[in-house]
C-alpha cells in the first residue's frame, strides 16, 4: 500500500475506503452472479430441447451461480484491490502508553 506517512513496522494506523466504490462494487459481487445465472438458463431453455428443460435447467443455474463465485473468488485480491476500490492509509494512530507507578 502506497503512503507518504513515516511508518514502521508494528505502527497503528487508520485506513479507509472510498465510499463511491462501495456501492458499484457491492452490486457487481452480488448481481454480477443473478445476472449470468439467469442468461445461462435462458441460453439452456433455448438450446436444450424441451424434454430436457425441467431436468437440466436447474444443474445449469446452479452450475453457473457457483462458477461465477469460483471466479469473483480466485479473483478478488487483484480485482478489488486494484480495480474497484483501493484502501488507503489516512493516518498513523499514537497510543499513549501509561505506566502504573507504585509508591
Avoid at 84 to 102: M, R, S, Y
Wanted: glycine share 2%.
Amino acid at each position: 500500500m502506497e503512503c507518504d506517512l513515516d511508518l514502521h513496522a508494528g505502527d497503528q494506523v487508520l485506513v479507509a475506503i472510498d465510499d463511491a466504490h462501495l456501492l458499484s462494487t457491492s452490486l457487481l459481487l452480488y448481481m454480477l452472479p443473478l445476472l449470468v445465472m439467469l442468461a445461462a438458463v435462458a441460453i439452456g431453455s433455448y438450446a436444450l430441447p424441451s424434454v430436457y428443460t425441467d431436468t437440466w435447467l436447474p444443474a445449469i443455474a446452479l452450475a453457473s451461480l457457483l462458477l461465477v463465485f469460483r471466479l469473483i473468488h480466485h479473483f478478488q485480491a487483484v480485482f478489488l484491490l486494484h480495480v474497484c476500490f483501493k484502501p488507503q492509509i489516512v493516518k498513523k494512530i499514537v497510543t499513549i502508553q501509561h505506566e502504573n507507578i507504585l509508591s
